[in-house]
């Protein structure tokens, strides 16, 4: 069975995104923790946390995989930037709490010009002092486009963060891929899914692969520059994106759709890419 779901609105609270989510045949979804452009955060009620999980447990939902801000950046040359980023993240380890056994997924980070080695050095550094609190999370590092001075482009990027992380942690990290982003860094999802994989496999290990972000994109391979477009609309295309979803090595993780959509365009490719699973599997 598939599990798929797609980014949520969380401004009606847990609960109310649990009922969207079925309301278009999703059993996952995705959510900002806080406003993706501001740093507060409302103060989540348990009690709503609670009873999304109760929904989900009696749904038999995949993991939730929440998003941290897109403006939360562990490793900026700006040292204020840097703590506000990771008192952001330590509180948002607190909110997870509140729906345990979910995944928190983050964007490494921007070294600003610092050289890819030091803002490494700077999200490992975070991640020693915020992955302790994650209690019943486990953290997922997104593979990204490589736009600007971000990190995160190439699996051995994300290797060198892991196993920069203290040992006793490690087991609190993931991997979050994201189709459109692998496409625009250059690896070839499209002709090669099983190479591509398989350096996964040979630099990170598939075992740290948690959860996929699955979007078409609007550019051509390589191009470094990271903006989504619809399912089958874009450089990817359906066909490669049935073969995401249905690959062996892939095909029970959760995965979140991030394209342009509202909820209708959602429930849509929803139910596309579950009659194309059902297709290819039987
Ligand atoms: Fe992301
Ligand atoms: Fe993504
Ligand atoms: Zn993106």
Known sequence: ???????????????????????????????????????????????????????????????????????????????????????????????????????????????????????????????????????????????MAGKGSEIGRSFEELQAIILGVDEKHRERLGICMDTCHLHDAGYDIINDLDGVLNEFDKVVGLNRLKACHLNDSMNLAGSRKDRHAKIGEGHIGLEALVGVVTHPALRHLPFILETPNELPGYAAEISLLRSEFHRRMV
Do not use: W
Request: charged share 20%; net charge negative.
């Open 1 to 143: 069975m598939l599990h798929i779901g797609c980014h949520l609105s969380s401004s009606k609270g847990f609960a109310a995104m649990g009922d969207m989510a079925l309301s278009i045949d999703a059993d996952t979804f995705a959510f900002f923790t806080r406003n993706p452009r501001g740093g507060s955060a409302k103060a989540a009620d348990p009690a709503d946390g609670a009873a999304l999980m109760k929904l989900c447990q009696n749904k038999n939902f995949a993991r939730l995989v929440a998003h941290a801000p897109y403006t939360m950046n562990l490793c900026s040359a700006d040292s204020g930037l840097r703590d506000f980023a990771k008192n952001m993240m330590k509180d948002d380890m607190a909110r997870m709490e509140l729906i345990p056994g979910n995944y928190y997924n983050f964007h490494p980070g921007s070294h600003t010009g610092q050289g890819v080695d030091v803002g490494i050095g700077f999200i490992v550094e975070a991640l020693n002092e915020v992955l302790p609190l994650a209690e019943h999370t486990t953290v997922l590092l997104e593979t």
